[in-house]
């Protein structure tokens, strides 16, 4: 089974960015469309951003602007470039392959 590991996640104060990571095991990767979702306390995980095996983008609102997916199917990853950081964007961020398979999330804490 095709296992995705994330990574990039962290504490980082309002108004700067991260870049999460998540790699796949397999190769079937270029095949497939990719997501990343979130989950914040006491809250339903939520879609932040797709993107199809062809490169189309598309985004929630509250993300637009500020958010970046892209993915590099010669290394089997999508990534997640996150800029403009506000509190409400902390929760555990999660990438979900097109296959049916979640990665195991990261943390990423927007705070001063």
């Known amino acids: 089974q095709v296992q995705l590991v994330e990574s990039g996640g962290g504490l980082v104060q309002p108004g700067g960015s991260l870049r999460l990571s998540c790699t796949a095991s397999?190769?079937?990767?270029?095949?497939?469309?990719m997501n990343w979702y979130r989950q914040a306390p006491g809250k339903q995980r939520e879609l932040v951003a797709s993107?199809?095996?062809?490169?189309?983008?598309n985004y929630a609102d509250s993300v637009k602007g500020r958010f970046t997916i892209s993915r590099d199917n010669a290394k089997n990853t999508v990534y997640l470039q996150m800029n403009s950081l506000k509190p409400e964007d902390t929760a555990v961020y999660y990438c979900?392959?097109?296959?049916?398979?979640w990665g195991q999330g990261t943390q990423v804490t927007v705070s001063s």
């Open positions: 993107i199809s095996g062809g490169g189309l983008t």
């Open positions: 979900f392959g097109g296959w049916g398979t």
């Open positions: 397999g190769s079937i990767f270029s095949m497939y469309g």
